[in-house]
């Protein structure tokens, strides 16, 4: 198995290592003189041994560079990011879920290691899997190896609620993730369990949150704050500061995938907090979204129109920039905006507020006069 991976990304060339979110850039020289390395046993170069010890301390000097390196091939286009819904199903039937109904269904295996080549082909090499929840996935293992085994570096967004089962948790260990993000809803059983309307949900998250980091894993939490757990914002944070790890807050719900308005209630007016303008994303250029069946997307929020990656490949993804580009204009109720200028969301997610009939205030400027 690698330990390290040397890939394009844009219009650089980098050395990454699983697991870690750090990175050496390449010349192009050089990158180019590790492909051809990598096609006939050969030592790693000692430049490599010397950039490789500096950033990681890890001795690669007189070790063969096929055991060590996977040189991945530039794609045809410019996607080096995504994110792959691997099913929409969950454990936790949250107040403020922004997908509506959570049909357990998608892609089988030999489907989901179909998606993963043709993501590799495309050039993906930072990819986020999330669901639903994807550690309840049965083919999750499987996926989560495979994709490694391809170069991806990995981030797996959960609730944490299957951290605790040890073959997931060493799984985690030997191919750790770039990072882990998991979602906080309360500091206490009563609220965490109201929030998630699963009884025992709370102390099932606090056993897998308190093994993952004894097990080193790079964790990145989400203090998801809505009315019903609004009381115990500082506790949260307290929490995270006394586990030693990165935090963030997250209080703007939006409405659902579908355009209803079920989440928006949730919302916990007094931790509203004003979204920076919106000034263009790279969603649909270096960029797509996946859903569980395979269908590329230029994100989780622009879902239509999409492409079928199972059944076009790699070629399908040359028509995601038009998507975008589409998806993008102003319509409605939006075009001749003055304000358009330092708009606060993007189009689709515009158009997903409109669908709900939401007050403006969540999410327009002209809301707040």
Same mark, same amino acid.
């Given at each position: 198995?690698?330990?390290?991976? *040397?890939?394009?990304?844009?219009?650089?060339?980098?050395?990454?290592?699983?697991?870690?979110?750090?990175?050496?850039?390449?010349?192009?020289?050089?990158?180019?003189?590790?492909?051809?390395?990598?096609?006939?046993?050969?030592?790693?170069?000692?430049?490599?041994?010397?950039?490789?010890? *500096?950033?990681?301390?890890?001795?690669?000097?007189?070790?063969?560079?096929?055991?060590?390196?996977?040189?991945?091939?530039?794609?045809?286009?410019?996607?080096?990011?995504?994110?792959?819904?691997?099913?929409?199903?969950?454990?936790?039937?949250?107040?403020?879920?922004?997908?509506?109904?959570?049909?357990?269904?998608?892609?089988?295996?030999?489907?989901?290691?179909?998606?993963?080549?043709? %993501?590799?082909?495309?050039?993906?090499?930072?990819?986020?899997? &999330?669901?639903?929840?994807?550690?309840?996935?049965?083919?999750?293992?499987?996926?989560? #190896?495979?994709?490694?085994?391809?170069?991806?570096?990995?981030?797996?967004?959960?609730?944490?609620?299957?951290?605790?089962?040890?073959?997931?948790?060493?799984?985690?260990?030997?191919?750790?993730?770039?990072?882990?993000?998991?979602?906080?809803?309360?500091?206490?059983?009563?609220?965490?369990?109201?929030? =998630? #309307?699963?009884?025992? *949900?709370?102390?099932?998250?606090?056993?897998?949150?308190?093994?993952?980091?004894?097990?080193?894993?790079?964790?990145?939490?989400?203090?998801?704050?809505?009315?019903?757990?609004?009381?115990?914002?500082?506790? %949260?944070?307290?929490?995270?500061?006394?586990?030693?790890?990165?935090?963030?807050?997250?209080?703007?719900?939006?409405?659902?995938?579908?355009?209803? *308005?079920?989440?928006?209630?949730?919302?916990?007016?007094?931790?509203?907090?004003?979204?920076?303008?919106? =000034?263009?994303?790279?969603?649909?250029?270096?960029?797509?979204?996946?859903?569980?069946?395979?269908?590329?997307?230029?994100?989780?929020?622009? #879902?239509?129109?999409?492409?079928?990656?199972?059944?076009?490949?790699?070629?399908?993804?040359?028509?995601?920039?038009?998507?975008?580009?589409?998806?993008?204009?102003? &319509?409605?109720?939006?075009?001749?905006?003055?304000?358009?200028?330092?708009?606060?969301?993007?189009?689709? %997610?515009?158009?997903?507020?409109?669908?709900?009939?939401?007050?403006?205030?969540?999410?327009?400027?002209?809301? %707040?006069?």
């Amino acid at each position: 198995m690698h330990e390290l991976v *040397a890939t394009p990304f844009g219009r650089r060339r980098l050395i990454l290592r699983p697991g870690s979110p750090k990175a050496v850039q390449l010349p192009v020289a050089k990158f180019e003189e590790l492909l051809a390395l990598a096609s006939v046993p050969s030592i790693v170069p000692g430049w490599l041994v010397d950039a490789v010890r *500096a950033q990681w301390s890890l001795d690669l000097a007189g070790r063969d560079v096929a055991d060590v390196l996977l040189v991945r091939e530039p794609g045809p286009y410019e996607f080096s990011r995504a994110t792959w819904e691997i099913n929409l199903g969950c454990d936790y039937d949250c107040v403020m879920c922004y997908l509506g109904e959570k049909r357990f269904e998608g892609l089988d295996m030999a489907g989901k290691r179909k998606l993963l080549a043709v %993501m590799r082909d495309a050039g993906v090499i930072w990819l986020q899997i &999330t669901g639903g929840e994807p550690l309840i996935d049965p083919d999750f293992p499987e996926s989560y #190896r495979l994709a490694h085994e391809l170069g991806m570096q990995l981030e797996i967004l959960s609730n944490g609620s299957r951290l605790h089962k040890d073959h997931i948790l060493n799984m985690l260990a030997t191919y750790p993730p770039a990072k882990l993000s998991l979602s906080m809803y309360g500091a206490s059983a009563e609220t965490y369990d109201k929030v =998630t #309307r699963n009884r025992g *949900a709370f102390d099932r998250f606090r056993m897998g949150l308190y093994k993952a980091v004894e097990a080193g894993l790079n964790i990145d939490l989400s203090l998801i704050v809505v009315r019903e757990n609004a009381h115990e914002v500082d506790a %949260m944070r307290a929490w995270a500061r006394e586990l030693g790890v990165k935090f963030r807050e997250y209080a703007n719900i939006s409405p659902t995938i579908h355009g209803t *308005a079920e989440p928006l209630p949730s919302q916990s007016p007094q931790y509203l907090t004003n979204r920076a303008p919106f =000034t263009g994303c790279p969603a649909g250029v270096t960029f797509f979204h996946a859903d569980p069946f395979g269908r590329a997307s230029i994100c989780k929020v622009g #879902r239509d129109p999409n492409i079928d990656l199972i059944a076009e490949g790699v070629e399908g993804l040359a028509r995601l920039g038009g998507n975008a580009e589409s998806l993008m204009l102003r &319509t409605g109720g939006c075009s001749g905006c003055k304000l358009s200028g330092t708009c606060r969301v993007c189009r689709p %997610m515009a158009k997903v507020f409109q669908a709900a009939k939401a007050p403006l205030v969540n999410y327009c400027q002209h809301g %707040m006069r």
